[in-house]
T-cell receptor, first 116, second 111 residues
């Protein structure tokens, strides 16, 4: 397994455009997380899936942000009507978990979004 | 809510020096504690973890002890190398392992 894969690695978009990022987790992992990291800060949790169910989405930054994980495999994070403040690194992580126990979370290299 | 505070960087050391990066936390319940490392151009990697009070996590010469009485999880290494230059993040997890991170501490090691 090559680990958590995120695409694209870099995205430059104009303000007001929609963008979509993809995350392919480690194949046997049932849990998938999205985080956002701005310059000089640690990653900030956005949302979480267990299989195809989105179990936590209250931390998504606004209703312009949405995430899906159809069939419990890859996930997409969409930002509609992008704003300059959305410029950040978007990180995906996956883990294998049952109940409240988990393996460690493995992170992808992230997608760096720049909104101009 | 949960929060993690770690010392600001950059921390600049000469090779073979002793390293301490301080980390304190605020959390409800009994969180698990982690140190993650981010090398230049790479993704976050788990460095070590501790899941209960008085546990010591260790890896690659780094270690940290879960101190419930002081709500701390300080990272230490006896002799740093140039290859240890990276950004180090302290984090905690409670509830389905969603992680709360500190702001990160950059370590720069010179030969």
């Amino acid at each position: 397994d090559t680990g958590v894969s995120q695409n694209p690695r870099h995205k430059i978009t104009k303000r007001g455009q929609n963008v979509t990022f993809r995350c392919d987790p480690i194949s046997e992992h049932n849990r998938l997380y999205w985080y956002r990291q701005t310059l000089g800060q640690g990653p900030e949790f956005l949302t979480y899936f267990q299989n195809e169910a989105q179990l936590e989405k209250s931390r998504l930054l606004s209703d312009r942000f949405s995430a899906e994980r159809p069939k419990g495999s890859f996930s997409t994070l969409e930002i509609q009507r992008t704003e300059q403040g959305d410029s950040a690194m978007y990180l995906c992580a996956s883990s294998l978990g049952t109940g409240v126990t988990d393996t460690e979370a493995f992170f992808g290299q992230g997608t760096r979004l720049t909104v101009v | 809510g949960n929060s993690v505070t770690q010392m600001e960087g950059p921390v600049t050391l000469s090779e073979e020096a002793f390293l301490t990066i301080n980390c304190t936390y605020t959390a409800t319940g009994y969180p698990s504690l982690f140190w993650y490392v981010q090398y230049p151009g790479e993704g976050l990697q788990l460095l070590l973890k501790a899941t209960k009070a008085d546990d010591k996590g260790s890896n690659k010469g780094f270690e940290a002890t879960y101190r419930k009485e002081t709500t701390s999880f300080h990272l230490e290494k006896g002799s740093v190398q140039v290859s240890d230059s990276a950004v180090y993040f302290c984090a905690l997890a409670s509830g389905y392992s969603t992680l709360t991170f500190g702001k990160g501490t950059m370590l720069l090691v010179s030969p």
